[in-house]
């Protein structure tokens, strides 16, 4: 059971259930990444480097790599929730490359120069543990997860109590979310 004490309401909730947790604001504003939210490194880098950025929000986030000529070298499109998220790219070749990763709500390119002179084929992949996948319907990608997507509104500041009990056994959080979270119910 999920109890939002401010509002009163109450969601009751089985051990195979996903609890998706929405923050509602009433001016979402596109948030434009600015340089204290993109980073790259090493800078000049030999063959691989790594790149970091916060999202403002969830959903499809496509990093594209693009060569001096403005030729696209590499793309792969993430399914990210909001926060920060690490990168590896390997496979550069000497000379100057621009990474550009363009969200739902912001979008920014980074430079990097590359000393390799015998790059391969480029390779995009999340840092281990950085990142959240989400599906295209913004639901966190769980193997071997069963249960139904239940949705819970909140506002910030809301303080929720989380309910739990097996057998004569209970457990009792309490939690005061400040952003979309998918809370995987394990029974």
């Given at each position: ?79 990210l929730e909001m926060g920060r998220h690490e990168f590896s790219i390997s496979g ?24 390799e002179r015998n790059g391969g084929r480029f390779i995009i992949r999340k840092a ?60």
């Amino acid at each position: 059971m999920v109890e939002n004490i401010n509002k009163g309401t109450t969601l009751a909730l089985t051990g195979a259930d996903i609890l998706r947790l929405n923050l509602v604001t009433r001016n979402k504003v596109p948030v434009e990444a600015d340089k204290q939210t993109a980073n790259v490194y090493p800078n000049p880098a030999s063959g691989n480097a790594n790149f970091e950025f916060t999202s403002p929000s969830a959903g499809e986030v496509v990093i594209s790599v693009f060569d001096l000529s403005g030729k696209q070298s590499a793309i792969e499109t993430f399914f990210l929730e909001m926060g920060r998220h690490e990168f590896s790219i390997s496979g550069l070749q000497e000379g100057f490359c621009l990474i550009h990763v363009k969200g739902p709500n912001f979008h920014f390119a980074l430079r990097l120069i590359c000393t390799e002179r015998n790059g391969g084929r480029f390779i995009i992949r999340k840092a281990e543990g950085s990142v959240t996948l989400l599906d295209k319907n913004n639901i966190k990608v769980a193997r071997g997860v069963a249960g139904n997507y239940v949705d819970m509104d909140y506002s910030v500041g809301e303080k929720l109590i989380f309910t739990g009990k097996n057998g004569a056994y209970t457990t009792i959080v309490s939690y005061i979310p400040v952003s979309d979270k998918t809370i995987i119910l394990i029974s």
